[in-house]
């Protein structure tokens, strides 16, 4: 098992995960659509299929898009 933290819209999620679980698993657990999101770990942007690692730390930004 592995234990994250997603920060998202000022809110910290504590979730629990089976070892090997990736971003995006994560991301519809706590029910917000992948696709409207980009997620990061540290100063680094990471893809939605990374596997998760214990104590991780993941923050979620809101993808705005305009014309």
Aim: without cysteine.
């Amino acid at each position: 098992m592995v234990n994250i933290k997603i920060i998202y819209d000022k809110k910290t999620h504590n979730l629990e995960l089976k070892d090997g679980s990736t971003v995006e698993e994560a991301i519809k657990l706590i029910k917000i659509n992948p696709q409207i999101v980009i997620a990061r770990r540290g100063d680094e942007i990471i893809p939605d299929t990374e596997k998760l690692k214990n104590n991780d730390r993941i923050e979620l930004i809101r993808v705005v898009s305009g014309g």
